[in-house]
């Protein structure tokens, strides 16, 4: 259904450790609140139930989802990550060519984002334009708020 993701022995972990969660904790919660408003009579006027029924409905489409994500997903050997070039789980320090301000970046799988934490997706519009490049490069990335040239500071593990 969908692509191959790259992620870290953690980040495969954390989605388990999520799916796990859904199905033997959050799905008997509204299977258990089904039951509940089915007990209180008829369905055809009874928001609770249609409330839980549509919880039910979006939380069997997470789970669904996160299956498929863990099935497609390849766990990265970090050992043999190469720094000559930017690539997934590489920790990237560009600097913005206008007004020096400097961010450090490491991308990667969109399962493992997490902007506060300096994680960005691989699919982001910063990571796309990284991908590929090496130290002293100048790339020119179109983000929301417009186009920024970044050069390449540094690329390590």
Known sequence: MSGISYVTEEGLQKLKDELEHLMNVERPSISKQIAEARDKGDLSENAEYDAAKE???????????????????????????????????NKVKIRNTKNNATMVY???????????????????????????????????????????????????K
């Not at 991908?131 to 970044?150: A, E, H, M, Y």
């Open 106 to 156: 490491t991308i990667v799988a969109e399962s493992e984002a997490n902007l506060k934490a300096g994680k960005i997706s691989v699919h982001t519009p910063i990571a796309k334009g990284l991908l590929g490049k090496k130290v002293g490069d100048v790339v020119n990335i179109t983000i929301p708020s417009g186009t920024v040239d970044f050069e390449i500071v540094e690329i390590s």
């Open 55 to 89: 919880a039910q409905g979006l939380l069997e489409m997470r789970i669904s989802k996160l299956k498929d994500t863990i099935a497609n997903s390849r766990i990265i050997d970090e050992s043999k990550i190469d720094t000559s070039k930017v690539q997934i789980l």
